[in-house]
Structure formats: structure tokens, C-alpha cells
């Protein structure tokens, strides 16, 4: 049986993510789709709109056969972590043959001539961000930056730049790169993004809008809001889980546990965060006690500065809500891999699969935590009970579903 690995965050499921699913199948000619997909927490450091077992129902129903769940100490992490944390999961299934993604370019040629370049990281790239930080550029841009100058033969530099400005271009570039250094024998194949860019904010005239655009109906109007640009199951699901008050989460339901973990923390014990750098302990500090409101959106934009981007500060608001600190999610710590492969849902297709997979997997496959231990389970399973906190109508037993509830099964 033949499987193309994908890697996603359904924040929610869109029409958007139906049309990756099925050219994931149609590009790689796979019997079955695997999806690595983030816990409650997400690569740019917000809360999922909707619970992880709401988005694994809602990815089995699209299309995806079987869902691992990223471990949350590399779903909260910049661009290089996050690809290597979930490209690393697929190949360690021993069952994935290929690995589709999404990109705004469609050209994988490109990407991979960089990707070889960068694979190993070349001499003087690390100053030439470092150069670019100082001179005002965010991470993101620096990288992209540094990256194009060091693009091959045959990549133009401006044209390299302006590829990876491009978030799903950049990330894609990062899965290569992982591919690369795992030595992996993966086949990466690329879908050319359609309809709506990543960040637009309002939906088009067609039925694809990108995540933020449903996000933000979701939040203004409820689940209706959002029918023309999500599957019927996705909209079933949206619907079940506003009337079980188990959404919409985001920011500012974490606001108070937020901002009491900052405020009783000393300078020192906030350094020791994950993504509390250059002198970031000292700048909360100085903007809790120049909020306008106790809110999470007021400290973000008192924080926010050109270097700072609210992507980075959301990560380090993340990792400071669910205590991750620097030695936890240190590169030496991260390189490592991840140390199992969570299965959070599967039909029957993705049950075969399962079975394969002990015979070929070189990870152990859990199914229920309780039955598992690991350092990096321990923070999954701390990440939902906090997540559950933010929750309407708080279930204690959904906060720890982890350890009572089996995978979805369709």
C-alpha cells in the first residue's frame, strides 16, 4: 500500500485543505493519506479555534486515512522545528512513501536546488542573520534573506528572496531541508496553492477562503458563517462543538492564567522560557504595567516590535502558559526527533496501515498515553489540560482526555 505523508494544522478544515487532500493523492498516485497535525496549540503560537479530536474528525472525513499528532514541543516552534518535528514523524512510520505540501510557487525544482544548498548548513549563514537582526529585520526575513544569498546555480538571488518570502513556499523549503538531513528516501511533490493567500482576512468570490478568513467569520457570526468555504462535516462538527461550548477558543480565553503566570514570575525565571530572548523578560515586565486592559491582545501589541512579530511573541506566550522552558525545547533537545507517534485517528484504510506500521515503524505507536511514558507526552498531555481550561463549559475528564479516551475511529 502505497501512503503520502501530509502535514497540517486544520485551524479549521477548509475547502482549501479538501483540494490539498485530494491532489496529495492524485500528485503521489497513494493509497492512503497520513497527516501529521498539531495538538491544541499551533506553529504560530495560537490556540486551535476547536479541539485536536474535533480536527482529527474533521481530517478523516476529508480524506485523510490516519493522523499522528505533532508533539506540542515542536507544533509551537519556528519554521525549521516544526518541518523537522513533523517531516521526522512520517519517516519514522516506515510506511510513507511521499510527502505532499502545499505551496504558493508550485515550483519544487527551485525549492530543492535551495534546500540541497541549505541542508547543511553553509559557513557564514548564521552571521549573515545574525547581520540582518541587527539591522531591523524579523527572524522570518532574515532567514529568507540569508537563504537567497546562498541560493545555486541556476536561482536567481532576487527571485530566490521573493519565493521565500512566501510562507507556504518557506515552509515547504524546511520540509525539503528535513527530508535532506534525515536521508530520507521520501519523494516530495508540491500542490500549487489556489483560491485565497494564506493571510487574507476576507473571503473571495469563489469557495475557498484561507484559515484566517474562517477564523474570523467563526468568531464574528458562529458556524453558518462559514458554510460556503468548509465541507458539510466540518460544518457538522463546528456546530457540535459551539453548542458543547468547547469553542470558539482563542487568546483571550487564556487571558487570565496568561497574565498571572507573567506577573508572579521574577526577570530570572522568565529568561528561562522557551523564546524569551534578548532581554524579552524584562520588556513583559515593563509592558504588564502599562496595559490599557488586562487583555492578551493589548500585551501583544505592547510587545510588538519590527524585530519582535506577533508570530514570535505568540510562541513565547505559549511556551510561558504551558511553562516550556529553553533546556526542554533546546536545538540538542529537538534535534533528537520526537519520540513516538501519537495516533489520534483512523478509519479502516488507516487501520491496515496501523498494522503495517508495527512491523516497519522505528518509533513506538501509541494509542493511549496512559499506557506510555515520555518526556515529550508529558507535555502534550499538560498542553490539554490547559487547553481544556479555556473551555466554556470545563469537563475534567476532558481536560484529561488523554489519558481516558481511545482514537477517533471512522
Known amino acids: ?42 506553529q504560530r503560537g495560537e ?41 521526522s514523524l512520517l519517516h519514522r512510520t516506515g510506511v510513507v512513501d511521499s510527502l505532499c505540501f502545499g505551496s504558493e510557487s508550485g515550483d519544487l525544482d527551485s525549492l530543492q536546488r535551495i534546500a540541497r544548498v541549505l541542508a547543511v548548513e553553509p559557513a557564514g549563514m548564521r552571521e549573515d542573520i545574525a547581520r540582518r537582526l541587527r539591522e531591523g529585520a524579523s527572524y522570518p526575513a532574515a532567514y529568507a534573506g540569508a537563504a537567497a544569498a546562498l541560493a ?24 525539503l531541508i528535513a527530508l535532506q538531513r534525515l536521508g530520507s528516501a521520501i519523494q516530495p511533490f508540491t500542490a500549487a496553492r489556489t483560491g485565497a493567500a494564506y493571510h487574507e482576512a476576507t473571503p473571495g468570490p469563489g469557495a475557498i477562503a484561507s484559515a484566517t478568513a474562517v477564523r474570523r467569520l467563526l468568531m464574528a457570526d458562529g ?80 510587545l510588538k516590535t519590527k524585530r519582535y512579530t506577533r508570530t514570535k511573541l505568540q510562541r513565547m506566550l505559549a511556551h510561558l502558559l504551558l511553562n516550556h522552558t529553553k533546556a526542554e525545547c533546546s536545538p540538542e533537545q529537538l534535534a533528537a526527533g520526537p519520540g513516538y507517534l501519537r495516533v489520534l485517528g483512523f478509519n479502516a484504510q488507516g487501520q491496515s ?56 475511529r471512522l
Request: with cysteine; charged share 20%; hydrophobic share 45%.
Open 47 to 87: 490556540p486551535a479555534i476547536v479541539g485536536k479530536r474535533a480536527r482529527t474528525e474533521m481530517a478523516l472525513h476529508a480524506g485523510a486515512d490516519l493522523v499522528l499528532e505533532l508533539p506540542v514541543a515542536y507544533a509551537v516552534q519556528p519554521a525549521e522545528w516544526f518541518a523537522f518535528g513533523s517531516v
Open 1 to 42: 500500500m502505497k501512503a503520502v505523508g501530509i502535514i497540517v494544522e486544520y485551524n479549521p478544515l477548509h475547502n482549501g485543505h479538501v483540494y490539498h487532500l485530494q491532489e496529495a493523492r492524485r500528485l503521489s498516485g497513494a493509497d492512503a493519506v497520513v497527516a501529521v497535525m498539531s495538538g491544541p496549540f499551533l
Open 152 to 175: 545555486p546555480g541556476g536561482v536567481d538571488t532576487h527571485d530566490a528572496a521573493a519565493l521565500l518570502e512566501q510562507p507556504n513556499n518557506s515552509l515547504g523549503l524546511h520540509y
Open 353 to 408: 496501515l496501523l498494522k503495517q506500521m508495527k512491523k516497519t515503524a522505528s518509533l513506538p505507536v501509541v494509542l493511549k498515553p496512559s499506557t506510555f511514558t515520555h518526556n515529550q507526552l508529558e507535555l502534550d498531555i499538560q498542553a490539554q489540560v490547559a487547553y481544556g481550561l479555556a473551555c466554556e463549559h470545563r469537563d475534567t475528564r476532558k481536560m484529561f482526555s488523554d489519558y481516558y479516551e481511545s482514537p477517533v
Open 223 to 302: 458556524p453558518n458563517a462559514a458554510a460556503p468555504y468548509v465541507p458539510a462535516a466540518t460544518l457538522a462538527i463546528l456546530h457540535r462543538e459551539w453548542q458543547e461550548g468547547r469553542a470558539p477558543i482563542h487568546w483571550e480565553r487564556f487571558a487570565q492564567p496568561l497574565l498571572h503566570l507573567t506577573a508572579t514570575r521574577r526577570a530570572s525565571e522568565l529568561e528561562r522560557i522557551a523564546e524569551v530572548t534578548e532581554g524579552l523578560e524584562h520588556r513583559l515586565s515593563r509592558a504588564l504595567a502599562q496595559l490599557p486592559e488586562p487583555s492578551v491582545e493589548a500585551l501583544l501589541n505592547a
